[in-house]
């Protein structure tokens, strides 16, 4: 079964920055998905913010436009979110997925921007 492990998350305060990793595991064929970061807090569901397919093709929400990237190796089966210029509305608990979640979520990994 395919498991996912997101790491990096920590308290940043305002202007900081994260980088996020995801390590797919388990037996899914990474490479012909779209892999995707989302985010949830205790306000919203679950919002996908940054996708990735090829080498630049990312999709971006218009929060985060600018100042996340997002990056993949389908070679090691990692995607990766580099976080940047935070603001307290990038906090939240981040997961990594397909763009369609179609694997089991993991633990997830959680981002507070404070001062």
């Known amino acids: 079964q395919v498991q996912l492990v997101e790491s990096g998350g920590a308290t940043v305060q305002p202007g900081g920055s994260l980088r996020l990793s995801c390590v797919v595991s388990?037996?899914?064929?990474?490479?012909?998905?779209?892999m995707g970061w989302y985010r949830q807090t205790p306000e919203k569901e679950r919002e996908l913010v940054a996708s990735?397919?090829?080498?630049?093709?990312?999709v971006y929400t218009d929060s985060v436009k600018g100042r996340f990237t997002i990056s993949r190796d389908n070679r090691k089966n990692p995607v990766s979110l580099e976080m940047n210029s935070l603001n307290a509305g990038n906090t939240g608990v981040y997961y990594c997925?397909?763009?369609?979640?179609?694997?089991?979520w993991g633990q997830g990994t959680q981002v507070t921007v404070s001062s």
């Open positions: 388990g037996g899914g064929i990474f490479s012909q998905y779209i």
């Open positions: 990735v397919y090829g080498g630049r093709d990312a």
């Open positions: 997925n397909t763009a369609q979640a179609n694997w089991p």
